[in-house]
Nanobody, 119 residues
Framework: QVQLVESGGGSVQPGGSLRLSCVAS????????MRWYRQGPGKDRELVAS????????NYAASVKGRFTISRDNAKNTVYLQMSSLNVEDTAVYYC????????????WGQGTQVTVSS
């Protein structure tokens, strides 16, 4: 059974930082590109950052570029999202996604972790 378990969400003031983690189990982690999505109140789910298995560079949404950093530790089956200079527009539920590198038909979602930015 595949599981993606996110953690690290919480409440923070504008300008603050958080680090999200997503631990994957039940899959061969090195066969999956890893992504972070988010869904803010009343908004569609959007891709925030992606990290390929190997040999490729990370990609970011324009709204977070320069403030967020995605990384992965294949030995720990974990992907991270370091978020800094947070603002209220970053308030959302953040979801971890694992996309099989060879087929779009195989993908998994975590349950999400809430990030709230407010003063």
């Amino acid at each position: 059974q595949v599981q993606l378990v996110e953690s690290g969400g919480g409440s923070v003031q504008p300008g603050g930082s958080l680090r999200l983690s997503c631990v994957a189990s039940g899959l061969t982690f090195t066969r999956y590109d890893m992504r972070w999505y988010r869904q803010g109140p009343g908004k569609d789910r959007e891709l925030v950052a992606s990290m390929p298995v190997a040999g490729g560079s990370a990609n970011y949404a324009a709204s977070v570029k320069g403030r967020f950093t995605i990384s992965r530790d294949n030995a720990k089956n974990t992907v991270y999202l370091q978020m800094s200079s947070l603002n209220v527009e970053d308030t959302a539920v953040y979801y971890c996604n694992a996309q099989h590198r060879n087929t779009l038909r195989i993908y998994y979602w975590g349950q999400g972790t809430q990030v709230t930015v407010s003063s």
